[in-house]
């Protein structure tokens, strides 16, 4: 899965903060096995650091207990991490893709390289409504990483 544009959580977000929190995005954020609490945390850090406004957090594995997935109105981030393959999740991401952002803000879907890669299979819809596809690593504090 290397053939996408890698992206720091400081990038990323700078990006959201330069299109405005209103302008609706969805993207699919791909990290390798392990990191996803780091990636997680870094993008909170830099939400709370270059934004102003709410921001919900939570797993796919919570969001099941809520089908269909329940939509945050207007101009908030989304942060999910999909920690684990749910069918019945992503079926209902899939068919709600349309309004998943209509009222602004950004669906930001976390999630290792194997559920990724099923996620792009298997949910053509929101596949198809993807603002970015992205490789995304914990932020490099230590001055040697990519820029």
């Known amino acids: 899965m290397s053939d996408f544009d890698h992206i720091t959580p400081f990038s990323l977000i700078r990006g959201i903060s330069v299109a405005g929190r209103a302008n609706p995005a ?4 791909i990290c390798q096995a392990g990191a996803a609490r780091a990636v997680e945390g870094d993008l909170l850090g830099e939400i709370r650091a270059q934004l102003d406004g709410p921001v919900h957090v939570a797993t796919a594995s919570e969001l099941l207990g809520q089908l269909p ?14 920690d684990q393959w ?3 999740l992503i079926e209902s991401l899939d ?5 998943l952002v209509q009222d ?5 879907l976390l999630a290792e390289e ?4 099923r996620l792009l299979q298997k949910a053509p819809n929101l596949r198809n409504r993807l603002t970015g596809v992205f490789q995304i690593e914990p932020e490099d504090l230590s001055g040697g990483g990519r820029a």
């Open 26 to 29: 969805i993207c699919l954020l």
């Open 69 to 82: 997935v329940p939509l945050s109105p207007g101009p908030s981030i989304q942060l999910v991490y999909i």
């Open 86 to 88: 749910l069918p019945d």
């Open 95 to 99: 068919h709600k893709s349309a309004s």
């Open 104 to 108: 602004g803000g950004q669906l930001l």
């Open 114 to 117: 194997r559920t990724a890669e």
